[in-house]
């Protein structure tokens, strides 16, 4: 796999690798995160969630961390298919806002087969 | 279908028209959101409903823009007098309390 720097736009990786996907969030009252794939023409659709009281999380193929201290958030996807291949948002919810989800720019991820 | 269901999914309009569009949320989900996504930018927040009440709103959600839930069920959303900048997916999502967020596949504003 490849790490990348933050919010890098676009992120190229072999069909098997593991991939790093980066993401700086805003606001330190922020207490939820999610990471949603959008796969062009549809809606994003929910990865993986993250509560501030912790600083790991692990799905299918996927783990995000958080990293409260500098404010940085990361989704690790791992043996990267072609099927991977979209733009990925994390998004911040900040307490007291029951939903105002606050979406970064997004990270374009191409799998090579 | 279990999921978000939006109407229309594309809409063409000429500049100084009226849209509305339609969101029909998952339906057990009693909040339910609009957010507005331009091409190469993340959701932006519209605004949020739980059950029928409008609980926030957007500063982007200028005067020209209504959204209304009368029910506490469908939820529409109408643009009035249509400007080229409006163009965008208008997105709509719902969740229950504090869980997971599902969005529709949007509805496409291309304004001439």
């Known amino acids: 796999g490849e790490s990348v720097g933050l919010h890098l736009p676009t992120l190229s990786v072999q069909e098997g690798d593991n991939s790093i996907i980066n993401c700086a969030y805003s606001n330190s009252a922020s207490d939820y995160f999610i990471w949603y794939k959008q796969e062009s023409g549809k809606g994003p659709q929910f990865i993986i969630d993250?509560?501030?009281?912790?600083d790991k999380r692990q799905g299918q193929r996927v783990t995000v961390l958080l990293n409260k201290t500098v404010k940085h958030l990361s989704l690790q996807i791992a043996a990267t298919q072609p099927g991977d291949s979209a733009v990925y948002f994390c998004?911040?919810?900040?307490?007291?806002?029951?939903?105002?989800?606050?979406f970064g720019k997004g990270t374009k991820l191409s799998v090579k087969p | 279908d279990t999921g978000v269901s939006q109407d229309p999914r594309h809409k063409i309009t000429k500049r100084g028209q009226n849209v509305t569009f339609r969101c029909d949320p998952i339906s057990e989900h009693n909040r339910l959101y609009w957010y507005r996504q331009t091409l190469g930018q993340g959701p932006e927040f519209l605004t949020y409903f739980q059950n029928e009440a409008q609980l926030e709103k957007s500063r982007l959600l200028s005067d020209r823009f209504s959204a209304e839930r009368p029910k506490g069920s469908f939820s529409t959303l109408e643009i009035q007098r249509t400007e080229q900048g409006d163009s965008a997916m208008y997105l709509c999502?719902?969740?229950?309390?504090?869980?997971?967020?599902?969005f529709g596949e949007g509805s496409r504003l291309t304004v001439l």
């Open positions: 999502a719902s969740r229950t309390g504090t869980g997971e967020l599902f």
């Open positions: 993250i509560r501030s009281n912790m």
């Open positions: 998004a911040e919810n900040y307490g007291g806002s029951q939903g105002n989800l606050i």
